[in-house]
Structures are given as structure tokens and as C-alpha cells.
């Protein structure tokens, strides 16, 4: 990439994110939460009707792994084409640690999904949100690249302002459509900070020594 940031400043992004990312684990796990998420999902739920439930299933099917993956091929090729080798490498694998990681985690967390309410039929576990980990994953990649390689800033803080406000819509669809509980999705992208700010941190630390990824 065309401008390489000091390797230690998302070295400690990756440990804050990783620490708040355990104690809302451990406060989940240890604490019980049912009223509050209950609570949570009972304000939510106010806003439903037949058009709101329509437009909050098709927005999150928009993160769900066909389209992100053709979307990360995409941007892989384009990348390629354009000569940015490293870059390609970079937004793929991001897409492929991020999935990785979030199977990981639910497998050693199993936590239950919703029980009731829910408007789509979902399987596997809750914790942390898979749709929150990818989109948010997405977002600062999109927005990372966005500025280094487009010259007017304003159009990257604009396309950047864009996608984090996605980012917010994917996990409020997924407590809205009750697949996920509100805790799943901060987890999903705490989760997803520490995947991008390690693999940023190993990539900056290559690119100074001039080694290929």
C-alpha cells in the first residue's frame, strides 16, 4: 500500500479491542443477561411491520457469505489487474481470517441463538455474529484502501461514513430479525478490529522490510 503506518499503532488497537472483546465474553458468560437482551429485543421489536421486517431481511442477506465472497473476489481481481499485489493478498486474506476466526470462536463459545421471533431461519451459534465480524471486516478494508489510493479525501470520508453506517444496519438487522442477541454483534466487531488491526500490523511490518507477504 502507498502509505505504511507505524506497525504499533494497530498493534494496540488489536490488544484494546482483543481485552474488551474477552471481558464482554466473560460478562455475557458469567452474568445473567436474559432481561436486559430481553429488554433490548422487546424495544426493537416496537418498530416491526410487514415493510421494515421486508427491508431488514434483505439487508442482512447482503452479508451473507455468497455475496461477500464474490464481492472479496472481485475486489482481489481488480487489485491484481491494477498491479497491487500485496493489497490483493491483503483483502483476501482479511476476508478469509475474519470467516475463519468467527467459526473459531463460535465453536468455543456454543452459544445458543434466539429461540423465538425470529423472522429468518438461522443455524449454527450466536456468539460473536458472523454477519457483524464480515461487514465490519469489509468496511475498514473498503475504507483503508479508499484512502491510500483515492486522491480526494472527502469522497474516502464520505464512502467511509457510508459503510460504517452499513456496517451499523447489518447488526441491527441481525437483533431486529432476532437471530442474533445485542451482545453477539459488539462481540462480532470487536472481533472483527482485532483480525484487521493484526493482519494490518503484520502487513506494515513486511512492507518496511521489503519482505513479500
Known amino acids: 500500500m502507498k502509505r505504511q503506518l507505524n506497525p504499533m499503532i494497530p498493534f494496540l488497537i488489536a490488544i484494546i479491542a482483543s481485552a474488551l472483546f474477552f471481558i464482554l465474553a466473560d460478562y455475557i458468560f458469567t452474568s445473567d443477561l436474559t432481561n436486559f437482551q430481553q429488554s433490548v429485543f422487546n424495544f426493537i421489536s416496537r418498530l416491526r411491520n410487514p415493510h421494515l421486517n421486508t427491508l431488514m431481511i434483505i439487508l442482512t442477506k447482503t452479508a451473507n457469505p455468497f455475496p461477500i465472497s464474490v464481492l472479496t473476489l472481485i475486489l482481489t481481481f481488480i ?39 425470529s423472522l429468518i431461519h438461522e443455524t449454527g451459534f450466536s456468539f460473536p455474529s458472523g454477519h457483524s465480524m464480515i461487514s465490519l471486516a469489509l468496511a475498514l478494508l473498503l475504507s483503508y484502501l479508499s484512502f491510500h489510493f483515492l486522491s480526494r479525501k472527502l469522497i474516502a470520508y464520505l464512502l467511509s461514513a457510508f459503510l460504517l453506517a452499513y456496517t451499523f444496519l447489518i447488526g441491527f438487522s441481525r437483533v431486529y430479525i432476532n437471530v442474533h442477541y445485542v451482545g453477539d454483534v459488539l462481540g462480532g466487531w470487536l472481533a472483527s478490529i482485532v483480525v484487521f488491526s493484526i493482519l494490518l500490523c503484520l502487513f506494515n511490518l513486511f512492507s518496511r522490510t521489503k519482505r513479500p507477504l
Do not use: C, D, M
Not at 486474506?93 to 467459526?103: D, E, H, M, P, V
Not at 470462536?105 to 456454543?110: C, F, G, I
Open 79 to 117: 487489485l491484481v489487474f491494477k498491479h497491487q499485489k500485496k493489497e490483493a493478498l491483503f483483502s483476501f486474506l482479511l476476508i478469509l481470517l475474519t470467516a475463519g476466526t468467527n467459526t473459531l470462536l463460535k465453536h468455543l463459545y456454543l452459544r445458543q441463538r434466539p429461540i423465538v421471533g
